[in-house]
């Protein structure tokens, strides 16, 4: 027996709800991937990757005495510049890194649970006009830095004001309208707003498996399963690269004797 267009808007509206529910979970998924891979880099930076930059300042100090002493000899010129330059670039990421804002140190089940409210009220495909949907667009971008920095009251706070504004009143459909509409047209307008919500899961899915797929993440899992079997990749490679600080150091009290 073909079904009623009543039971079709029943089904397609159940359907709608599990797919918007599926969508800010993803959407959750990929921030607390953002945040954690954050997380990693602050303290692979404070561990490991400022001894690199340090690293690379001594490298290039040594390389440049030596060009110094054979300034005919072009390949000597060439390793300093070199060498000069990727001084200057580790400079820059740890700069970077050091210039943005701590990430929280845990994602609580709070803060995830003020991300889902919000996601839920404000997500851009709950729009029906595009004014609505930029609008909401830039308060889940808001959303999405408060929950990156940790900061649960900032979110809590976008979701007052969200509520209390007077133009959310405009963007609420009166229930009598509705009532008043075809459920062909209801319809349509759920069909319609079922293919943005699939939209939005492939962006969601493409960036968080390219964020799964960069360098970073990758170190993040590898040095991650090495600690829960018991070691401390970090500390190890740490006492490795002190160690090759100090031998830079005395290569290059060396190296400036010859001047």
Same mark, same amino acid.
């Given at each position: 027996?073909?079904?009623?267009l009543d039971q079709e808007l029943?089904?397609?509206?159940?359907?709608?709800?599990?797919?918007?529910?599926?969508?800010?979970?993803?959407?959750?998924?990929?921030?607390?991937?953002?945040?954690?891979?954050?997380?990693?880099?602050?303290?692979?930076?404070?561990?490991?990757?400022?001894?690199?930059?340090?690293?690379?300042?001594?490298?290039?100090?040594?390389?440049?005495?030596?060009?110094?002493?054979s300034p005919d000899d072009a390949?000597?010129?060439?390793?300093?510049?070199?060498? =000069?330059?990727? $001084?200057?670039?580790?400079?820059? @990421?740890?700069?970077?890194?050091? %210039?943005?804002?701590?990430?929280? #140190?845990? +994602?609580?089940?709070?803060?995830?649970?003020?991300?889902?409210?919000?996601?839920?009220?404000?997500?851009?495909?709950?729009?029906?006009?595009?004014?609505?949907?930029?609008?909401?667009?830039?308060?889940?971008?808001?959303?999405?830095?408060?929950?990156?920095?940790?900061?649960?009251?900032?979110?809590?706070?976008?979701?007052?004001?969200?509520? =209390?504004?007077? $133009?959310?009143?405009?963007?609420? @459909?009166?229930?009598?309208?509705? %009532?008043?509409?075809?459920?062909? #047209?209801? +319809?349509?307008?759920?069909?319609?707003?079922?293919?943005?919500?699939?939209?939005?899961?492939?962006?969601?899915?493409?960036?968080?498996?390219?964020?799964?797929?960069?360098?970073?993440?990758?170190?993040?899992?590898?040095?991650?399963?090495?600690?829960?079997?018991?070691?401390?990749?970090?500390?190890?490679?740490?006492?490795?690269?002190?160690?090759?600080?100090?031998?830079?150091?005395?290569?290059? @009290?060396?190296?400036?004797?010859?001047?």
């Amino acid at each position: 027996m073909k079904p009623t267009l009543d039971q079709e808007l029943t089904r397609l509206v159940s359907d709608q709800a599990k797919l918007a529910e599926q969508v800010i979970s993803a959407e959750l998924e990929l921030e607390t991937a953002k945040t954690e891979t954050a997380q990693f880099q602050r303290r692979y930076y404070e561990m490991v990757g400022r001894f690199y930059a340090q690293l690379d300042e001594l490298d290039a100090q040594i390389a440049n005495a030596q060009a110094g002493l054979s300034p005919d000899d072009a390949a000597a010129q060439v390793h300093a510049q070199a060498a =000069q330059e990727q $001084a200057r670039k580790s400079a820059e @990421e740890a700069g970077l890194i050091e %210039a943005q804002p701590p990430p929280p #140190l845990v +994602i609580t089940p709070q803060l995830k649970q003020a991300f889902r409210r919000a996601a839920m009220m404000m997500h851009p495909d709950r729009a029906t006009t595009e004014p609505e949907r930029l609008r909401r667009h830039g308060l889940m971008i808001k959303v999405n830095l408060a929950y990156e920095r940790g900061d649960q009251q900032a979110i809590e706070k976008l979701v007052l004001e969200f509520i =209390q504004d007077p $133009a959310i009143q405009e963007e609420i @459909e009166d229930p009598e309208l509705i %009532a008043d509409q075809g459920v062909e #047209l209801k +319809i349509l307008k759920i069909i319609r707003r079922t293919g943005q919500l699939r939209r939005r899961m492939d962006e969601i899915q493409q960036e968080l498996q390219e964020k799964k797929q960069s360098d970073i993440y990758k170190l993040k899992i590898t040095i991650e399963r090495a600690e829960l079997r018991g070691g401390n990749p970090m500390g190890d490679l740490a006492e490795q690269l002190l160690q090759d600080l100090s031998e830079r150091r005395v290569r290059l @009290e060396e190296v400036a004797k010859y001047k």
